[in-house]
């Protein structure tokens, strides 16, 4: 069966750092990195350019035949997660969401450490573990270790990977 395994969650919340491990845990993925699109984007005002960021990501995914497809992007509630959603949906196939986040204090932290700046977009992370039908990670409480571990039990249950 086709499957879309969709990682989402704010700046700086671990979600290339879990993109990158899958990726080598396992060649069946084909990878969506959102700021790819985001990047493409640029110079854009902010609300113009997350719509378009959403609509080439769902563009992209759109055009793929691929089995496996891991996408990394920011939203995990709202239009652009209903689309997938709705999408997988109406090409059966199965959807499964990680959200990963962490207090805005320390995503200010790691963005601090990553691009030499604190701006996360917005200081509100507590609605991200708030979603529902997702496996949802304070990446604060976990190593990269166990929350590969998670992430993987997850995928096995859901029959993204086998064991």
Known sequence: MKHLVYVSGPPCSG????????????????RVAGDRCWLRNDGQPFDTRV?????????EIRSMTDPLLLLEWVPGTGPSADSLRAWCSSQGRAFTHIVLYAKAGELKRRKMKRNGDEDISSPDTGHYARIRDAL?????????TDMLKRVLERLIEDKVLQS
């Open 15 to 30: 979600k290339t750092t879990l993109c990158d491990m899958l990726m080598q845990r396992s060649s069946a993925f084909t």
């Open 136 to 144: 949802v990670i304070d990446t604060m409480e976990y190593s990269e």
């Open 51 to 59: 719509a378009s960021t959403n609509r080439m990501i769902l563009d």
